[in-house]
Structure formats: structure tokens, C-alpha cells
Nanobody, 126 residues
Framework: QVQLVESGGGLVQAGGSLRLSCAAS????????MGWFRQAPGKEREFVAT????????YYANSVKGRFTISRDNAKNTVYLQIPSLKPEDTAVYYC???????????????????WGQGTQVTVSS
């Protein structure tokens, strides 16, 4: 069984930055992709970014493209989300997720992923 644990969230002022981490544990961890989603208060959970575990190719939601950066450290079984220039609208619970099986596309839907973390709260004050 795979467990995902997010960390790095917090309360920051607008313009600040955060690096979220998601550490995976499990007997043999070799996912096809790892992704980040976020859920703002009163809104549905939305896709943020995904990274293919082998090769490191990335794909972003249009709303964060050019600002957020997803990366991974295979040796540490950890995926990161770098968020610079934080805005109040970035306030959300951020979740990481893992997809087991290989597919010929970037997984962007919640149903694409097999394992989820508990989330880490990011609050941006104006």
C-alpha cells in the first residue's frame, strides 16, 4: 500500500513563496505519474500539475502555467510543488496524488489517480 504525506503548507503573505513536498512510502514505489491538485473553500478540487516519474515530463493547468513548478526526487520518493509570488486566490488545500499504471497521456483528472494524500493547507493573506 502506498502512503502519501504532504507538507510545507502554511500562512503566508501575498507575494511570498512556498515549496510543498509530498513523500511517498510503500513497498515498491514506482508510479507512472505524480500530481498536485487543490481545493479552495466552496470549490471543487482542481488539477494543478503532474509529472511523469520516469523522464520527468511535466504538464500544468493553464491557471498556474509559468508560475508553479512541479519536480521530483526519485531517490527520495518525493514530489515537490514550488509556488512563488503567492496570491490570495492560491488559498486552498493542496493534495498530491499518485497514478500507478502507465498511460499515453498526462493524467489530469481526479479519477486518473489511485492514491491520495491528506492535503496541506495553504493560506495567502492580502
Amino acid at each position: 500500500q502506498v502512503q502519501l504525506v504532504e507538507s510545507g503548507g502554511g500562512l503566508v503573505q501575498a507575494g511570498g513563496s512556498l515549496r510543498l513536498s509530498c513523500a511517498a512510502s510503500g513497498r515498491t514505489f514506482s508510479p507512472y505519474a505524480m500530481g498536485w491538485f487543490r481545493q479552495a473553500p466552496g470549490k471543487e478540487r482542481e488539477f494543478v500539475a503532474t509529472i511523469l516519474w520516469n523522464g520527468g515530463s511535466t504538464y500544468y493547468a493553464n491557471s498556474v502555467k509559468g508560475r508553479f513548478t512541479i519536480s521530483r526526487d526519485n531517490a527520495k520518493n518525493t514530489v515537490y510543488l514550488q509556488i512563488p509570488s503567492l496570491k490570495p486566490e492560491d488559498t486552498a488545500v493542496y493534495y498530491c496524488a499518485a497514478k500507478k499504471e502507465s498511460r499515453r497521456y498526462y493524467p489530469t483528472g481526479m479519477m486518473d489517480y489511485d492514491y491520495w494524500g491528506q492535503g496541506t493547507q495553504v493560506t495567502v493573506s492580502s
